[in-house]
T-cell receptor, first 115, second 110 residues
Framework: ETGVTQTPRHLVMGMTNKKSLKCEQH?????MYWYKQSAKKPLELMFV???????ENNSVPSRFSPECPNSSHLFLHLHTLQPEDSALYLC??????????????FGQGTRLTVV | AQSVTQLDSHVSVSEGTPVLLRCNYSSSYSPSLFWYVQHPNKGLQLLLK??????LVKGINGFEAEFKKSETSFHLTKPSAHMSDAAEYFC????????FGTGTLLAVQP
């Protein structure tokens, strides 16, 4: 266990549904991230939060809406998704945001299938 | 600009034989480099990291990697593969963010 927990592990949703992914870390880290992992593509950084504030949004469509109520929890709210959004969504945390010795700890991911 | 290239998408070895997973990087300054492993249905786990200290870095599970500036490489090696090493391995360079390679899927044959 890395100390980063994601729920649910698997999610199947229709294109008109609204769902949320949850990430929780008890490592005392200040930075949290959402990544998208699609088949045959490098991991894509979606959002970065530092001390609960969003510091980066890598041109992610508005149908993905992140929320960080505190440094330990990160959500990804999903609505009106497309089939091409099907992927493994990984949450990660680190002590600080990308300093020289930053080591990111990853959750096990949520396997999302949009039908 | 920083980038990382993993030269092999698939590598297959026999149990007990050496493992070599290749990674080349591009960086305009001294980089921080990482190797992560992802077992099926698991998240990414850090294997080892290079942050401008010793060029030969030892990680978990018997893996190590050597930073070679002249070759801009950071290849991952292990002297003897184990069945449990079968997984996907990612080479990562840290710029203003973590930049991941496309991954190398390691298969270990009995």
């Amino acid at each position: 266990e890395t100390g980063v927990t994601q729920t649910p592990r698997h999610l199947v949703m229709g294109m008109t549904n609204k769902k949320s992914l949850k990430c929780e870390q008890h490592l005392g880290h200040n930075a949290m991230y959402w990544y998208k992992q699609s088949a045959k593509k490098p991991l894509e950084l979606m959002f970065v939060y530092n001390f609960k504030e969003q510091t980066e949004n890598n041109s992610v469509p508005s149908r993905f809406s992140p929320e960080c109520p505190n440094s330990s929890h990160l959500f990804l709210h999903l609505h009106t998704l497309q089939p091409e959004d099907s992927a493994l969504y990984l949450c990660a945390s680190s002590q600080e945001v990308f300093t020289v010795n930053t080591e990111a700890f990853f959750g096990q991911g949520t396997r999302l299938t949009v039908v | 600009a920083q980038s990382v290239t993993q030269l092999d998408s698939h590598v297959s070895v026999s149990e007990g034989t050496p493992v070599l997973l290749r990674c080349n990087y591009s960086s305009s300054y001294s980089p921080s480099l990482f190797w992560y492993v992802q077992h099926p249905n698991k998240g990414l786990q850090l294997l080892l990291k290079y942050t401008s200290a010793a060029t030969l870095v030892k990680g978990i599970n018997g893996f190590e990697a050597e930073f070679k500036k002249s070759e801009t490489s950071f290849h991952l090696t292990k002297p003897s593969a184990h069945m449990s090493d079968a997984a996907e391995y990612f080479c990562v360079v840290r710029a203003d963010k973590l930049i991941f390679g496309t991954g190398t899927l390691l298969a270990v044959q009995p």
